[in-house]
């Protein structure tokens, strides 16, 4: 990479496109200089979402920041770009933690296409991969490090990760990141980098913990939110099914064969993903299953395979929620409930994508009432129900016990207390 000065971008030439343009949407008028605008162009980036549109011009600016928005929204340009400037104009080195493998591979992907036209080395840092080929790419002395926290922490303690330098941090999906349990090594990390940085903080959520984190963490960080805690896209349509356990199984071959497409299918543990699997295998789909179970290399390519459609169905567990990239997912199936109203939106989200409708369905099982409360109160929006198709098992008693009670068009289910007593 070539170090430049300001003048060779703050250019009379990007003054004349921003104005321009200064009307419509535009990567161009986000102050953003014109080599990076050139590159943008040739990969086909012209509109910038909601989230890049509020959040590069404060990035470009050196401000920290808090950005709220939800998975899909083109995250990774809006703190990958003022990163790549950053390091283009005044050199230092950007360190990006993220949750999990998946989601730390694409962002790399997303940052070596942008970057790597100036010569930007970028490095991978993930658990699961070889930690040779690790120290081989740090030893090249990348300007941005990509990772998660427990590698990141491990190179750390092994002093082999160059982080004196670090001026841009960027904690992407934190409120997943601190409830997979990383905060530990998230405060480890941010005592061991220079204090004197830019911090990008992106989450879907804003729990108690985040807010502390900026608090003691970041310099008076400029707050951007593109919509509302819980709001889920736009062009998804939801439904559920109320179904017995026995049912489960029966209900998703025949929602297989009544819709076409790809299928994203969640299950609750990584066991239940690969019975999954194995019955969807079996009715004569092609699938595969990606969880924590599951190698880098397995789920490299369960991924690659499902993008590529050389699987039609793939079976996930929440840790892959926010690492699945795929624009054209038909269907959404949530065959167990998630166990946090939030991973509902983070699932739901894998769906309609880059402007395409898709579709939801939820099972929810009648002692899963309360569930299924949080969710609708998080999104703000009564699930709406379809019958139950004809062929399915009888359905069997649940212990304990739920009774269904319907007022008008409104249906809940209550728990009976007695099923509760030991």
């Known amino acids: 990479m070539h170090k430049q000065k300001n003048t060779a971008f703050g250019s009379a030439a990007t003054a004349q496109l921003r104005k321009e343009h200064s009307d419509e949407p535009s990567f161009k008028n986000l102050g953003l200089d014109v080599p990076i605008l050139k590159v943008l162009d040739r990969l086909k980036f012209h509109t910038p979402t909601p989230i890049q549109t509020q959040a590069i011009p404060d990035g470009l600016k050196g401000e920290d920041i808090i950005g709220v928005a939800q ?67 740090l030893r090249k002395n990348p300007h941005v490090i990509i990772g998660t926290p427990g590698r990141i922490i491990q190179h750390i303690e092994e002093k082999t990760i160059p982080l004196s330098d670090v001026s841009v941090l960027v904690l ?38 985040i807010v502390k984190i900026a608090t003691e963490h970041m310099k008076t960080p400029t707050h951007v939110e593109v919509a509302r805690q819980g709001t889920t896209a736009e062009l998804v349509d939801q439904e559920i099914y109320i179904v017995t356990r026995n049912q489960k199984r029966h209900l998703l071959e025949t929602l297989l064969k009544q819709y076409e497409g790809t299928v994203l299918v969640f299950s609750r543990t990584k066991y239940g993903a690969k019975k999954i699997c194995r019955d969807v295998n079996r009715m004569g789909h092609k699938a595969a299953e990606i969880h924590s179970n599951r190698s880098l290399g397995q789920r490299k390519e369960a991924l690659e395979g499902f993008k590529r459609g050389k699987y039609r169905v793939l079976i996930a567990t929440d840790i892959a929620a926010r690492g699945i990239d795929v624009n054209d997912i038909a269907l959404v199936l949530n065959y167990d409930v998630p166990e946090y109203a939030e991973d509902y939106v983070h699932r739901i989200g894998r769906t309609a994508r880059a402007g395409k409708a898709g579709r939801a369905i939820t099972f929810i099982m009648p002692s899963q009432s309360d569930k299924l409360r949080k969710i609708e109160h998080l999104i703000e929006t009564k699930l709406p129900q379809t019958i139950l198709p004809e062929g399915l098992p009888e359905p069997e008693r649940e212990a304990p016990k739920a009774q269904r009670v319907r007022s008008g068009t409104r249906t809940t289910y209550r728990a009976n207390r007695r099923g509760h007593r030991r």
Not at 105 to 133: C, D
Not at 172 to 201: C, N, S, W
């Open 71 to 137: 998975t899909g929204t083109g995250k990774t340009l809006a703190f990958g770009l003022p990163i790549v400037q950053r390091l283009i104009r005044h050199g230092g080195r950007g360190l990006i933690l993220l949750p999990t493998r998946e989601l730390a591979l694409q962002v790399e992907e997303v940052m070596h296409k942008v970057a790597g036209s100036f010569g930007i080395r970028t490095a991978i840092i993930i658990g699961g991969a070889s930690m040779s080929h690790q120290l081989r790419d």
């Open 172 to 209: 992407d999906e934190a409120d997943r990141m601190l409830d997979m349990g990383f905060a530990p090594q998230i405060k480890k990390i941010l005592h061991v980098i220079p204090k004197d940085r830019q911090t990008m903080l992106f989450s879907a959520t804003m729990p108690s913990e």
